[in-house]
């Protein structure tokens, strides 16, 4: 049981336009999110993250937005650039006890166009 | 530099051979894990440390072996018995436990069985 969903396996945005990359969730007790960026044949590097008790992080050209009640987030790239096009994770976080453990969506390609 | 570390970067398999893909991190993370990506799919978790001495099976254990002698080493023996190796590897580790702690993953390795 898939507990993070990315339900877009891609996405084409213009160069200059915004990025909005979506992320769903159906376990109510994560208490934080992650956005993790991979380029082919490398690994995932984080990218922003955000607290369950928080509805906006925003970071330069990157913003994560939380909407508990619906179990959504979104991560919003304004302008968006070339070299944004990669393949973008999102992550969950359950703090158990003494161990917090990590639960990944399948992911978004995001392609953008010069 | 702190890091993770993964050897080798491509690593070719004859069928019937078990291989071992080394992972050594220095960020001083209790928590150490393996993960698998298939080509156009997301990550799903092999096995994962949460201290030296102890691993548990995450969703795709079966063929694959880990030990967890050293704080800093997790590697991965992929063995016979993993009836579709071919994959890309992700070694990662993080704290164990904490408010908005991330996860950091190693550079991949790319295994092909031949």
């Known amino acids: 049981d898939q507990q993070v969903k990315q339900n877009s396996p891609s996405l084409s945005v213009q160069e200059g336009r915004i990025s909005i990359l979506n992320c769903d969730y159906t376990?109510?007790?994560?208490?934080?999110f992650l956005w993790y960026k991979k380029y082919p044949a490398e690994g995932p590097t984080f990218l922003i993250s955000?607290?369950?008790?928080?509805d906006k992080n925003e970071d330069g050209r990157f913003t994560v937005f939380l909407n508990k009640s619906a179990k959504h987030l979104s991560l919003h790239i304004v302008p968006s650039q070339p070299g944004d096009s990669a393949v973008y994770f999102c992550a969950a976080i359950l703090a158990q006890y003494n161990f917090n453990k990590f639960y990944f969506g399948s992911g978004t390609k995001l392609n953008v166009k010069p | 530099d702190g890091g993770i570390t993964q050897s080798p970067k491509y690593l070719f398999r004859k069928e019937g051979q078990n291989v071992t893909l080394s992972c050594e991190q220095n960020l001083n993370h209790d928590a150490m894990y393996w993960y698998r990506q298939d080509p156009g799919q997301g990550l799903r978790l092999i096995y994962y440390s949460q201290i030296v001495n102890d691993f548990q099976k995450g969703d795709i254990a079966e063929g694959y072996s880990v030990s967890r002698e050293k704080k800093e080493s997790f590697p991965l023996t992929v063995t016979s018995a993993q009836k579709n190796p071919t994959a890309f590897y992700l070694c990662?580790?993080?704290?164990?436990?904490?408010?908005?702690?991330?996860?950091?993953f190693g550079e991949g390795s790319w295994l092909t069985v031949v």
């Open positions: 990662a580790s993080s704290t164990r436990a904490g408010a908005g702690n991330t996860i950091y």
């Open positions: 955000i607290s369950s008790i928080k």
């Open positions: 376990n109510s007790m994560f208490d934080y």
